[in-house]
T-cell receptor, first 116, second 111 residues
């Protein structure tokens, strides 16, 4: 079990640049989630996929953010025209889909984004 | 008002003491509750998972849910310096199981 893998671990960029993060979920997991965590806060939900379909997006996900999960495997999260307020840890989690709530989500170690 | 709230701490205890952590939640529809542990610069790691009211024990960890008070607790017995971390409570919402987290409580266990 290789766990959830995220790349890069740390990204530093100038304001206004575009950035893309990658998440590789646990191989048999068909659900994939993105969360954002700022310093001293708990993670906040951004969006999730079941297989390749993006089923929900949070209001936090402005139109500068886009996420994809081609072929239901890895996922990418892109932020266009980055702003200072985008500085955060971006966490990916995966789980099995189930009819109830008892499928635990397993998290990667995140991508820390720093905007200069 | 946030849906799930935690005291941010830090909570400092001597090694071997019992650590007591709490969360309150506002929505009585919440039924499942999780506790995650997060070390610095790492992702959250699932510790405990409980459903409805009652206690659940796993090794040194005990989770309690009191639905009448909308209050959940995590107790860590015989605390170790390696327990020093941020502890997050969370609950899944609606279809899709997206998690709503509390803000986390930072715990320091001093040797």
């Amino acid at each position: 079990d290789t766990g959830v893998s995220q790349d890069p671990r740390h990204k530093i960029t100038k304001r206004g640049q575009n950035v893309t993060f990658r998440c590789d979920p646990i191989s048999e997991h068909n659900r994939l989630y993105w969360y954002r965590q700022t310093l001293g806060q708990g993670p906040e939900f951004l969006t999730y996929f079941q297989n390749e379909a993006q089923l929900e997006k949070s209001r936090l996900l402005s139109d500068r953010f886009s996420a994809e999960r081609p072929k239901g495997s890895f996922s990418t999260l892109e932020i266009q025209r980055t702003e200072q307020g985008d500085s955060a840890m971006y966490l990916c989690a995966s789980s099995l889909a189930g009819g109830n709530f008892n499928q635990p989500q397993h998290f990667g170690d995140g991508t820390r984004l720093s905007i200069l | 008002q946030k849906e799930v709230e935690q005291d941010p701490g830090p909570l400092s205890v001597p090694e071997g003491a019992i650590v007591s952590l709490n969360c309150t939640y506002s929505n009585s529809a919440f039924q499942y509750f999780m506790w995650y542990r997060q070390y610095s610069r790492k992702g959250p790691e699932l510790l405990m998972y409980t459903y409805s009211s009652g206690n659940k024990e796993d090794g040194r960890f005990t989770a309690q849910v009191d639905k009448s008070s909308k209050y959940i607790s995590l107790f860590i017995r015989d605390s170790q310096p390696s327990d020093s971390a941020t502890y997050l409570c969370a609950t899944p919402k609606a279809a899709g199981n997206k998690l709503t987290f509390g803000g986390g409580t930072r715990v320091l266990v001093k040797p």
